[in-house]
């Protein structure tokens, strides 16, 4: 599930950056304006939008750290429940009588 939350994040993300530049582009081709002025606002928007990417790869980033300290949190928790597990069954081992031994 933790999977599927960051992945979709990601594909918001990319795909807020590919309207936002796409919506850009067409409404500055379509726009009436002069060269220099279109290649000013290109020149603004595109640092608005990698801006913006900047920022959703942050926040990416930080989500996805926050999910890999989570699995490291339970790997944990399970490696110990793991040796807990042993160490009983080794202290059973030990208390038990050896089988297949006639006590006669």
Do not use: C, W
């Given at each position: 599930?933790?999977?599927?939350?960051g992945s979709s994040a990601l594909e918001v993300a990319v795909?807020?950056?590919?309207?936002?530049?796409?919506?850009?582009?067409?409404?500055?081709?379509?726009?009436p304006a002069s060269g220099k002025e279109t290649r000013e606002?290109?020149?603004?928007?595109?640092?608005?939008?990698?801006?913006?990417?900047?920022?959703?790869?942050?926040?990416?980033?930080?989500?996805?750290?926050?999910?890999?300290?989570?699995?490291?949190?339970?790997?944990?928790?399970?490696?110990?429940?793991?040796?807990?597990?042993?160490?009983?069954?080794?202290?059973?081992?030990a208390q038990k009588p050896p089988q297949g031994h006639d006590?006669?």
């Amino acid at each position: 599930m933790g999977d599927n939350k960051g992945s979709s994040a990601l594909e918001v993300a990319v795909s807020f950056l590919i309207g936002a530049a796409t919506g850009f582009i067409l409404g500055v081709i379509f726009a009436p304006a002069s060269g220099k002025e279109t290649r000013e606002k290109i020149k603004t928007q595109a640092a608005k939008t990698g801006e913006k990417a900047k920022e959703s790869y942050q926040k990416i980033t930080k989500e996805a750290e926050k999910g890999i300290q989570v699995v490291k949190e339970k790997a944990q928790e399970g490696i110990e429940a793991i040796k807990e597990f042993i160490e009983k069954k080794k202290e059973e081992f030990a208390q038990k009588p050896p089988q297949g031994h006639d006590t006669e």
